[in-house]
C-alpha cells in the first residue's frame, strides 16, 4: 500500500507528495505527508474517496501532520482519529469519515506541546510516532525527536504529568501497541528496536465485561504485577469493587473502569493507573549503518486464545 499510495501520489499534478504515514481504519485507510499534501482516504480496494483534503484547526491554522491514529469508536459512532504534529500538539476529529465532503478537516486541540522548556534542544522537539492502546480506548502514547514516550488520556485531554516520559537511546521513528497492551515496541532512528513495558491495572482486567472475576483472581493478577504490594492493600480495593453487593466476584467491566480512577491509584501507590512505570524489556540493533526504522507492528503468538494469555506470554514483533 505505501509504494502503490507513493507512486499514485506523485504522479498527481503539481508535484510530488510523499507518503509519511498510513493507518488502517474499519472502512480502508488513509496516508498524508508533506506540506501542503494533506490526507488521502482509501477504501478497502485502493480507490481514492477523497484526494489530499486540507487539515487545519478551529483558528484556521495550518500545522504539519507527522503521525495519526484511527481510534474505532463504540457502537459504530464513526470514530476518532487523533494527529501528532511536529511542535508537539495533539488534535483530534470525530467521526472524519462523516466529514469527508466538507472543503477541510478541522483538528481540535486535544493537547498542547508538551515541552514547556525554552531550551534550544526542547525547541528542536518533534513528535514523530503515535500509538494507540488496542484495549484503554481513550490512551494514546506519543514518540519524539529526543527519544521520549510521553502518556496520554485524550478522554480528560491531558498528559500523564505524574508519569515520566521513558527516554529511548535515540529519536523515535514508529510506535506499536503489543495486541494484548502491557507492551510499547519503539523503533529507533539509529535501527534499534526497544520493547517497554508499560502496563496499567485497568488493561489486565479488560475483556468481556459481563465476566466475573473472582477474588482469589484479582489477587493473583496484582501480586503478579507488584508482588511487595500489602495484602490489606489489595482487600481495600476489592471492598471497593464489591462495595455493598456482597456478591462473589465483579464483572470485568466494573473492575476495569475502577481501577482507571485516581482513588484506586492512590491506594494500588501507583502513577495514574500504571502497575509500574514504563521500563526497557530489552532491545535489540536490526539496521545498521544508520538506516532508521520507520514502520513496525507485532504479530500475535501462534495459539494464543485470551487476552490474559498473550499478557503473560513473550510477544514477536515483525517488521
Known sequence: WR???????????????????????????????????????????LQAVRKQMPF???????????????????????????????????????????????????????????????????QEQVVTALASHPLMETRVASGDSLGRIFFHDTGAHRTF???????????????????????LLAGLADGTLELVLATEWAELFVGSDDALVRQDEFAAVV????????????????????????????RRGDLATLLRTEAAAIMLRSPNGFASLPRLYGSVRICGDGNPLT?????????????????????????
Open 56 to 122: 487545519e484547526t478551529v483558528e484556521s491554522r495550518t500545522v504539519q501532520i507527522v503521525d495519526t491514529v484511527f481510534m474505532e469508536g463504540q457502537d459504530n459512532d464513526g470514530g476518532m482519529m487523533v494527529f501528532g504534529t511536529r511542535d508537539g500538539t495533539l488534535l483530534h476529529v470525530e467521526r472524519p469519515y462523516a466529514r469527508l465532503q466538507d472543503p477541510s478537516l478541522v483538528g481540535v486541540v486535544l493537547l498542547g506541546p508538551h515541552g514547556g522548556s525554552t531550551s534550544a534542544a526542547q
Open 295 to 319: 514502520s513496525l507492528d507485532f504479530a500475535p503468538v501462534p495459539g494464543t486464545t485470551s487476552q490474559m494469555q498473550q499478557q503473560q506470554q513473550q510477544q514477536q514483533p515483525q517488521l
Open 161 to 183: 504529568r505524574a508519569v515520566p516520559p521513558y527516554r529511548c537511546q535515540s529519536a523515535i521513528g514508529c510506535l506499536s501497541y503489543a495486541p494484548g497492551g502491557g507492551l
Open 3 to 45: 509504494a502503490t499510495t507513493s507512486l499514485w501520489l506523485a504522479s498527481e499534478p503539481g508535484g510530488h507528495c510523499p507518503v509519511d504515514f498510513i493507518k488502517a481504519t474499519s472502512q480502508g485507510f488513509i496516508c498524508g505527508g508533506g506540506a501542503g499534501c494533506g490526507l488521502t482516504f482509501f477504501n478497502h480496494d
Open 223 to 250: 501480586a503478579a504485577h507488584d508482588p511487595d504490594l500489602p495484602t490489606e492493600v489489595m482487600e481495600q480495593v476489592w471492598s471497593v469493587a464489591v462495595g455493598a453487593s456482597g456478591n462473589p466476584g465483579v
